[in-house]
């Protein structure tokens, strides 16, 4: 069954259903904190999962570390995620249209106004919300810190 009948699916069945979206290149404790809390706003967690191409253009040529496919099979992996759709553009601007979730999911270090897909979301009465961050760590640190130890 194709992403769009799953989706369907869920929704004459009723589910309440949360997207969010992002790169996950090393998942760390900070991302599943962050994916079992957007799950507890729904029913149906939704990760739209930037595609290498894309985590280049964003973040520069040394990224990502592990490769879309990796990424996309760890993702599915956790408990918290129930789909995961990698897309090609910069944002999940596209997609988020294509699947007009119930509650659209980021991190606290967005503001809501710049999310992308708000507009969109609030315009049919969706929910826009973000979720803070507990733990002090990224991607991006946890290579410099592999980084700096190889000095």
């Not at 969010?20 to 998942?27: E, L, P, V």
């Not at 708000?118 to 969706?126: E, H, I, L, M, P």
Request: charged share 35%; with cysteine.
């Amino acid at each position: 069954m194709d992403w769009t009948n799953q989706i369907e699916k869920w929704k004459r069945e009723g589910k309440k259903i949360v997207f969010t979206n992002g790169c996950f290149d090393i998942i760390h404790v900070g991302h599943i904190d962050y994916l079992e809390k957007a799950k507890s706003l729904g029913d149906v967690l939704i990760v739209g999962l930037n595609s290498d191409e894309s985590i280049k253009r964003i973040k520069g040529k040394d990224r990502p570390v592990n490769i879309q496919e990796y990424r996309k099979r760890v993702l599915e992996a956790l408990k918290p995620v129930d789909l995961v759709i990698i897309f090609e553009e910069n944002t999940p601007e596209r997609l988020i249209k294509e699947i007009k979730p119930d509650v659209l999911v980021k991190g606290g270090d967005w503001s809501v106004e710049n999310i992308v897909g708000a507009d969109f979301v609030r315009s049919y009465g969706g929910q826009v919300k973000t979720i803070d961050f507990v733990y002090d760590i990224s991607t991006t640190k946890i290579i410099k810190k592999v980084k700096s130890s190889g000095k």
